[in-house]
């Protein structure tokens, strides 16, 4: 949250026009802004614009090896490029900032292609003179409830953390939902002045099926006249420290007990405000906020729990002004929708219920581009992220006065779909471990990250020795991704859920920030030069091994190539052949099983997600791939899109598959045959989740009938899908690299997991398994 100085709240919305606005922190690339939209509230003004972000990259280009190569040739040469990419900019205020704001926007302002300006919400009639005077552009009103539907529709669909159930007492108050491929239908109840409840069934199909005067204006205005408190949120603090019972008349005080035969229990409400009008004495003010809150979210649960079930929906998401992230307001709703369904129907909050109004009328101004055929992700770098307001967890970020929110959004290369072969797409989760629920082990990964920050930024810097600017700006990733760090410290549930996944996640995009798309791009390099060097030796070695020699030794080459891993910190440069590695049996071990199934029919095509550069991509899984093509099996060798720690990119990888096509025959008629395929996966993290793939690779998945997944390394396999249930067979290798995870699961450093698994139904279910929770 970026703060702001401002007036004080009892005088008039005239601002201090010597305020300045940070553009690196709120209107970012405003110089390349077009498309813009605002949805103005009744206290809150949200702003989106479309902006092209210029950023660097690395790209690798194979030299011409046709001559014989001589020794210190390099494989290939890594080059900066400069690349043009999509941006959503979404930005929320306070009303009070909104002349302010506009003023600065139009000082900035560089395109001037831009006519209109879309806008939705109460406030967009009222504020309509200034905005066309200020930046000279046409208001273009969009309907407010088509807009709504449009917003949730679109961050449902492209952040997988969006939705969550909340939870007041327990140790994570933010429970964040797998969203399922298809989120139709479901019931928005959006809370505002007054209450609709819409059914929405498709992107364009959505129908107000009821609603209620009682709403978010009730509560306030009921508030302003018993309290005499004119803020909203200042009536919601009153409310959270009332006692409802001193003004409720309960069930108790009626029955001195339960109402056993009907099933009420004592403390359950039988008339809101019933001792009011009995009692000889004067109410708290918190006292009389908690008893309307009840009352007017107990009215809402129940209107939204009928509606459910008479149109058979189970999923119901709240939004509107009444809800705006408050814990009473979603703890009220929650216990409300629970009693009301007896918990068969949850009641679902989303971490941007705020923008969607911006986000719909966005949407609406930029159908001609069609953004909805493109996917897109959540920057970490320059979002906000989830703030609670609970007075118990962060007093200062409930000051929401002279703050300023944002969202940020790229657009990706690719359209990302689900796997698949997952068996059920609705309950995938790809983290193993749930940092936000886990105090010990998010204690322990985030000291682990801080820790690290030193040698990332060494590594950034080493990286771009032909920029002098390169300590500079990685001294300002430093800045920021520690930031982040200390923010999620604080506030776990700020960006979804917390995982090393989002860990590593939000320092990539960090290191994108700030021009450092490939830190490892050197090391990956030379790595990959030595290796191949040993490539054709290894092969040699393994083919004159017995059949069973040698498929164990595929394994093992496949394990210690992982091992070697400039990411993992137990690791150093050391020769393929004596990395170590635990003697059998191991920590998983599902060997035995595998071994038996490599005695039978070949698999018709398997799908490898595949690691490291170096050692383990040339040396561990080109030798077990070899074989597979041997066998008969199709290989789909699947790799990062972008790079990620030393992971090999698709880009490298066609480069290493060629020079090694051209030493072994079966690789390279495996390549002309066209029965080993190289596709991107449509990631760029160290890890891997299955419900966000390219869409190529989802459709060569199906065309080739694959029926055997494979997947390796300690992030797409531990700290990943280790639970992950497939509807073909799969085998997750890995080595653990890290002695706090090897402890906490019953092993010890270079611990062993092989874990191969067939559906149920199908033969060798025995597969092993430990906990890692």
């Known amino acids: 949250m970026a703060e702001c100085g401002r007036v004080d709240s009892n005088t008039s919305h005239t601002m201090d026009k010597s305020i300045t606005l940070p553009p690196d922190e709120i209107f970012r690339n405003l110089e390349n802004a077009k498309r813009f939209a605002i949805d103005i509230g009744g206290s809150l003004t949200k702003l989106a614009y479309y902006s092209t972000v210029q950023h660097k990259v690395a790209k690798v280009r194979s030299f011409d090896h046709t001559a014989k190569a001589a020794a210190g040739d390099k494989l290939y040469e890594i080059s900066m490029q400069e690349e043009v990419t999509a941006r959503l900019h979404f930005i929320k205020f306070e009303n009070a900032y909104i002349e302010t704001c506009l003023d600065f926007i139009k000082d900035h302002l560089v395109n001037t292609e831009t006519k209109v300006i879309k806008a939705t919400g109460g406030g967009a009639h009222k504020f309509k003179e200034l905005i066309e005077r200020k930046l000279g552009l046409k208001v273009d009103k969009e309907d407010e409830m088509t807009c709504l539907i449009k917003g949730c529709n679109f961050v449902l669909k492209n952040i997988p953390h969006e939705a969550f159930v909340y939870a007041k007492h327990a140790d994570s108050e933010f429970r964040f939902q797998t969203t399922n491929p298809d989120i139709f239908p479901y019931l928005l109840v959006n809370i505002g002045s007054g209450v609709s409840i819409v059914k929405v069934e498709s992107e364009d199909k959505f129908e107000r099926i009821g609603g209620s005067s009682i709403g978010g204006g009730t509560f306030w205005g009921l508030g302003a006249l018993l309290t005499k408190t004119k803020r909203f949120d200042e009536l919601l603090q009153l409310a959270s420290k009332g006692q409802h019972a001193s003004v409720d008349m309960l069930v108790k005080d009626i029955y001195g007990g339960s109402y056993g035969y009907l099933g009420l229990t004592g403390d359950l409400i039988a008339s809101s405000f019933g001792k009011s009008a009995t009692a000889d004495k004067d109410f708290s003010k918190e006292d009389m906020a908690k008893s309307l809150l009840h009352m007017i979210s107990n009215d809402i649960g129940q209107l939204a729990c009928l509606y459910a079930k008479l149109h058979n929906l189970s999923r119901v998401y709240f939004g509107g002004f009444f809800i705006r992230g408050h814990p009473v307001t979603m703890h009220t709703i929650t216990y409300s929708i629970n009693f009301f369904t007896k918990g068969e129907v949850q009641a679902l909050f989303l971490r941007h219920e705020g923008y969607l109004g911006t986000i719909g009328a966005f949407l609406k101004g930029a159908e001609e581009d069609n953004p909805n055929q493109y996917s897109w992700g959540e920057n970490y770098a320059g979002s906000s992220g989830l703030m609670s307001v609970s007075p118990d967890m962060n007093p200062m970020q409930r000051a929401r006065s002279g703050t300023f929110d944002m969202l940020e959004m790229d657009r ?256 390279e008629a495996g390549l002309r045959e066209d029965r080993l395929l190289l596709v991107q996966s449509g990631s760029s993290s160290p890890c891997l989740d299955l419900s966000r793939l390219d869409k190529v690779l989802a459709m060569v998945v199906r065309e080739r009938q694959t029926d055997l997944v494979i997947i390796e390394g300690m992030g797409r396999a531990i700290h990943t899908n280790y639970y992950a249930m497939l509807s073909c067979e799969s085998l997750k290798m890995a080595v653990i690299k890290n002695s706090w995870l090897a402890d906490r699961l019953g092993g010890k450093l270079f611990s062993v997991v092989f874990k191969y698994e067939v559906p149920a139904g199908k033969p060798n279910k025995d597969c092993g398994a430990f906990s890692p929770s």
């Open 412 to 667: 990706l290369e690719r359209q990302l779909v689900n796997l698949p072969l997952l068996q059920d797409p609705s309950s995938y989760i790809p983290d193993t471990v749930d940092l936000t629920e886990d105090a010990l082990a998010r204690e322990y990964w985030l000291y682990c990250f801080e820790e690290a920050l030193d040698g990332v930024v060494k590594r950034a810097v080493a990286s771009q020795p032909d920029m002098p600017e390169a300590a500079l700006r990685a001294e300002k990733f430093r800045q920021k991704y520690r930031h982040k760090l200390q923010t999620l410290r604080q506030q776990p549930f700020a960006y979804g859920s917390l995982t090393v996944r989002s860990l590593l996640d939000t320092r990539e995009h960090c290191l994108n920030e700030f021009n450092f798309p490939d830190p490892y791009s050197k090391i990956k390099q030379r790595e990959n030069d030595i290796a191949l060097k040993y490539y054709q030796k290894a092969v040699k070695s393994l083919d004159e091994l017995s059949w069973e020699e040698k498929q164990f030794a595929l394994v093992r080459g496949v394990l210690a190539g992982n091992v070697f891993d400039w990411g993992a910190k137990a690791t150093d440069f050391c020769i393929f052949f004596f990395i170590p590695l635990s003697e059998r049996p191991w920590l998983v071990d599902s060997y035995d099983q595998w071994l038996e199934r490599l005695k039978g029919p070949p698999h018709k095509c398997a799908l490898f997600f595949v690691d490291n550069s170096g050692v383990d991509i040339i040396l561990g899984v080109m030798p077990f791939v070899r074989e597979l093509l041997s066998r008969g099996t199709e290989v789909v060798l699947a790799s990062n899109s972008g790079p990620a720690l030393n992971d090999v990119t698709n880009g490298e990888l066609q480069i290493l598959t060629e020079r090694i096509a051209a030493m072994d025959p079966v690789i």
